[in-house]
């Protein structure tokens, strides 16, 4: 070996124990090839390539299409959680309100009924509360239907009695219902048991929905990463070939198309999820400004009020990282079945 | 090392392209695989880097017959097998260090371990100075040395170069072939297929294996 061969290895780091690469190195020195004298600074080497390179995967489109399934998973995971949340909440108001309407009946006291129903009531075990609305607000309910500005004082305007009930001590309603009616004949119980239920019954149906369709656009975003990872792997055929060829295992290839596939995965899923959670700050912004209206209150009692909160923002944070996941482990499992088919 | 016996091979229902070919590569040996273009030289290197499966015949390779290994047994043979293509199969998105190195990096090696020995590997070439250059702006020769570096970076058993001296002047062919004599003689076992006799007139040790007809002809 040369002087100049001894100092370059010397310099790059070998020593005595590293002698098998030594004798290749003789090797090389003894075919008189010529070294270069431009020393290449080991330090200087920059960080590995991906050993797939980004241009070879339809990455913009497969982002853009993450970012769309990623937004739309969200909202209907959120939807969903909206939903079920304001259904706990009709449900909850089963135990805790019910109310009496005392219909004007000619040749009675409407006024008296109502004080006697309100009596009744009050006298009650597990009714906390009974509050009898004034005439004037009782025909304040009827605004929303007729306008306002009218004088309603010569149409017969039932009147209300909105019960608070002790949810830790149910009140007998069947009972209360019958001791109502022989006390109040035009008086008339109602404990929004039919209302609720059915939209207890809707509510579980738009969950249900909001379910399926998330589990349809996780679905379509598998099938399209599978495409998109199948088209990766005729692109860079040539690799995998000179992978295969230097010993690399199906798995360490598979892993390669992993990484680069769960990096697309979680540019999308941030994207998209980016997009969902300002979607809900918007939405919550704008119910805010719309909830004094009547369509408003109808939204709020169906949807609550679009307030996703910490748990919302989680999920979509959880959705994101889950997408970008499985995008990834689902294209190294589609590598590695391609590649033993191959072999 | 390696065994052939009757090994044949056919490409879809055509004329079988090798037939009943038996050889054996022994450890430390030194062989040229020669013949016609089109005779099946190649095919025969891709029969022993396994990335063909014979239709019949066995083939033995460091004592494991290939049909039964798996695919994690295959890949863990082939890191044994030093390979320099006729066309090179330098990947174009690595610079030529991260092909030279991809050998110890498929093996899982941490980068600051083996980035000496590369660096190193690449200087002796005569590349140190394009270690950062991508293989689309070398030269056939300088992709020539770049192959051979990748090949010999993981110290193979055996080592196939397919016309390794097709793309180099014949200056440079001959300290190539000084290579290979030098390095079969520390060991590893060296077969040249090329149709380059003047090549193969610089070392009249060789062994000659002729593939003509689809049949293998073994001159010692």
């Given at each position: 070996?040369?002087?100049?061969?001894?100092?370059?290895?010397?310099?790059?780091?070998?020593?005595s124990?590293?002698?098998?690469?030594?004798?290749?190195?003789?090797?090389?020195?003894?075919t008189?090839l010529?070294?270069?004298?431009?020393?290449?600074?080991?330090?200087?080497?920059?960080?590995?390539?991906?050993?797939?390179?980004a241009?070879?995967?339809?990455?913009?489109?497969?982002?853009?299409?993450?970012?769309?399934?990623?937004?739309?998973?969200?909202?209907?995971?959120?939807?969903?959680?909206?939903?079920?949340d304001?259904?706990?909440?009709w449900?909850?108001?089963?135990a805790?309100?019910?109310?009496?309407?005392?219909?004007?009946?000619?040749?009675?006291?409407?006024?008296?009924?109502?004080?006697?129903?309100?009596?009744?009531?009050?006298?009650?075990?597990?009714?906390?509360?009974?509050?009898?609305?004034?005439?004037?607000?009782?025909?304040?309910?009827?605004?929303?239907?007729?306008?306002?500005?009218?004088?309603?004082?010569e149409?017969?305007?039932?009147?209300?009695?909105v019960?608070?009930?002790?949810?830790?001590?149910?009140a007998?309603?069947?009972?209360?219902?019958?001791?109502?009616?022989?006390?109040?004949?035009?008086?008339?119980?109602?404990?929004?048991?039919?209302?609720?239920?059915?939209?207890?019954?809707?509510?579980?149906?738009?969950?249900?929905?909001?379910?399926?369709?998330?589990?349809?656009?996780l679905?379509?975003?598998?099938?399209?990463?599978?495409?998109?990872?199948?088209?990766?792997?005729?692109?860079?055929?040539e690799?995998?070939?000179?992978?295969?060829?230097?010993?690399?295992?199906d798995?360490?290839?598979a892993?390669?198309f992993?990484?680069r596939?769960?990096?697309?995965?979680?540019?999308?899923?941030?994207?998209?999820?980016?997009?969902?959670?300002?979607?809900?700050?918007?939405?919550?912004?704008?119910?805010?400004?719309?909830?004094?209206?009547?369509?408003?209150e109808?939204m709020?009692?169906m949807?609550?009020d679009?307030?996703?909160?910490?748990?919302?923002?989680?999920?979509?944070a959880?959705?994101?990282?889950?997408?970008?996941?499985?995008?990834?482990?689902?294209?190294?499992?589609?590598?590695?079945?391609?590649?033993?088919?191959?072999? | 090392?390696?065994?052939?016996?009757?090994?044949?091979l056919?490409?879809?229902?055509g004329?079988?392209?090798?037939?009943?070919?038996?050889?054996?590569?022994?450890?430390?040996?030194?062989?040229?695989?020669?013949?016609?273009?089109?005779?099946g030289?190649?095919?025969?290197?891709?029969l022993?880097i396994?990335?063909?499966?014979?239709?019949?015949?066995?083939i033995?390779?460091?004592?494991?017959?290939?049909?039964?290994?798996?695919?994690?047994?295959?890949?863990?043979?082939?890191?044994?097998?030093?390979?320099?293509?006729?066309?090179?199969?330098?990947?174009d998105?690595?610079?030529?260090?991260?092909?030279?190195?991809?050998?110890?990096?498929?093996?899982?090696?941490?980068?600051?371990?083996?980035r000496?020995?590369?660096?190193?590997l690449?200087?002796?070439?005569?590349?140190?100075?394009?270690?950062?250059?991508?293989?689309?702006?070398?030269?056939?020769?300088?992709?020539q040395?770049?192959?051979?570096a990748?090949?010999?970076?993981s110290?193979?058993?055996?080592?196939?170069?397919?016309?390794?001296?097709?793309?180099?002047?014949?200056?440079?062919a001959?300290?190539?072939?000084r290579?290979?004599?030098?390095?079969?003689?520390?060991?590893?076992?060296?077969?040249?297929?090329?149709?380059?006799?003047?090549?193969?007139?610089?070392?009249?040790?060789?062994?000659?294996?002729?593939?003509?007809?689809?049949?293998?002809?073994?001159?010692?």
């Open positions: 070996m040369t002087k100049r061969a001894g100092s370059c290895l010397r310099t790059a780091g070998f020593t124990s590293n002698e098998r690469t030594i004798a290749l190195m003789r090797l090389w020195s003894s008189r010529t070294a270069s004298d431009v020393g290449e600074d080991v330090e200087e080497i920059p960080a590995q390539s991906a050993l797939v390179p241009d070879s995967v339809a990455g913009r489109s497969l982002v853009i299409v993450i970012a769309i399934m990623t937004f739309l998973a969200a909202l209907a995971a959120n939807v969903a959680i909206l939903v079920a304001a259904s706990v909440e449900r909850g108001d089963i805790r309100e019910a109310t009496v309407q005392v219909r004007p009946v000619a040749g009675r006291d409407l006024e008296a009924d109502v004080r006697q129903a309100a009596e009744v009531m009050r006298q009650t075990p597990g009714v906390s509360e009974a509050r009898v609305y004034a005439k004037s607000e009782s025909e304040a309910l009827l605004s929303p239907w007729l306008g306002q500005g009218l004088d309603l004082s149409l017969p305007t039932p009147r209300m009695i019960l608070r009930l002790d949810p830790d001590n149910r007998d309603l069947d009972r209360l219902r019958m001791e109502l009616e022989r006390a109040v004949p035009n008086a008339v119980l109602d404990d929004h048991h039919v209302f609720i239920e059915r939209l207890g019954d809707m509510a579980q149906a738009a969950v249900a929905i909001a379910a399926l369709i998330f589990i349809l656009i679905a379509a975003m598998a099938v399209a990463v599978a495409s998109a990872t199948r088209a990766a792997v005729a692109t860079n055929r690799i995998v070939e000179v992978l295969h060829i230097v010993g690399a295992a798995s360490f290839i892993r390669e992993q990484r596939f769960m990096a697309l995965g979680l540019r999308g899923a941030l994207i998209g999820g980016g997009g969902a959670i300002a979607f809900f700050v918007l939405a919550q912004f704008i119910a805010e400004r719309w909830r004094a209206t009547g369509g408003g109808q709020e009692a949807f609550g679009f307030t996703i909160g910490w748990s919302g923002f989680i999920v979509v959880l959705l994101a990282g889950t997408v970008a996941v499985l995008t990834g482990y689902l294209s190294q499992f589609i590598v590695l079945r391609h590649l033993q088919r191959l072999g | 090392m390696l065994t052939f016996e009757n090994v044949g056919r490409y879809g229902v004329a079988e392209t090798l037939r009943d070919v038996n050889f054996q590569i022994a450890p430390r040996s030194f062989q040229f695989l020669t013949g016609p273009s089109g005779a030289k190649t095919t025969l290197m891709r022993i396994m990335a063909l499966r014979p239709t019949r015949g066995l033995n390779i460091f004592g494991k017959d290939t049909a039964a290994l798996s695919n994690e047994e295959i890949a863990e043979t082939r890191r044994s097998i030093g390979v320099v293509f006729q066309d090179f199969r330098l990947l998105h690595l610079t030529l260090y991260e092909n030279v190195a991809l050998p110890l990096r498929v093996l899982g090696r941490e980068e600051s371990s083996y000496a020995e590369v660096v190193e690449l200087r002796w070439v005569g590349l140190g100075e394009r270690a950062h250059a991508f293989p689309t702006i070398l030269s056939g020769g300088e992709k040395r770049a192959a051979i990748r090949a010999l970076i110290q193979p058993k055996l080592l196939l170069a397919d016309e390794p001296t097709g793309n180099v002047d014949p200056t440079l001959r300290r190539i072939l290579l290979f004599i030098e390095l079969h003689k520390s060991g590893t076992a060296v077969i040249i297929a090329t149709h380059d006799l003047t090549l193969m007139d610089q070392y009249d040790e060789a062994r000659r294996l002729v593939l003509a007809d689809g049949r293998l002809h073994i001159f010692e």
